[in-house]
């Protein structure tokens, strides 16, 4: 009986001083909202940063336009058509384009999803992002670029 504590004693110890394999991540999120308006429409920004052990890995930009003047709404179809040409949806090698609109309410939004770590460069640099896996910019330098920029931002 005694060996048996003992041995049970022993591995109790080495369990405390090694403790578990598991990885720790520490994961924080960016998001930053920005809001433009003129005569005719107002557009919202929202970008969503995601990082993992300080290390960007997940990036969604969503871009919501609406027409607000009531002449510019005999514009619309004319207006998504155009954005349409601009904005093909697609979902390719970690990066996804989607478009969606409300032709009641006069709004066109898209959202740009990019899982980081498993994106091609190819697309990437099509979407203009060709430094992002690279890119080591902190959570708080891209926030302070950010609001310098007028963002409203927040780390969560």
């Known amino acids: 009986m005694k060996k048996i504590c003992m041995l049970f004693l022993s591995l109790m110890v080495m369990v405390l001083f090694t403790g578990c394999d598991e990885v720790s991540e520490h994961e924080q999120k960016l ?18 940063m ?3 052990n300080d290390k960007l890995n997940h990036m969604t930009m969503e871009v919501n336009t609406k027409i607000t003047d009531a002449d510019a709404k005999d514009y619309w179809k004319y207006f998504k058509e155009s954005m349409d040409e601009d904005n093909e949806e697609f979902n390719k090698d970690g ?18 999803d990019i899982d980081v770590l498993n994106a091609s460069e190819e697309v990437l640099k099509e979407q203009g992002f060709e430094d992002l896996k690279e890119d080591n910019t ?14 409203v931002c927040e780390i969560k």
């Open 138 to 151: 902190t959570i708080e330098e891209n926030k302070k670029l950010a609001e310098e920029e007028g963002a």
């Open 50 to 52: 995601t990082y993992k």
């Open 95 to 112: 990066v996804s384009l989607t478009v969606s609109y409300d032709d009641n309410n006069y709004e066109y939004k898209t959202v740009l």
């Open 31 to 48: 998001v930053c909202t920005s809001t433009e308006n003129d005569d005719s429409m107002s557009t919202e920004q929202v970008i969503s």
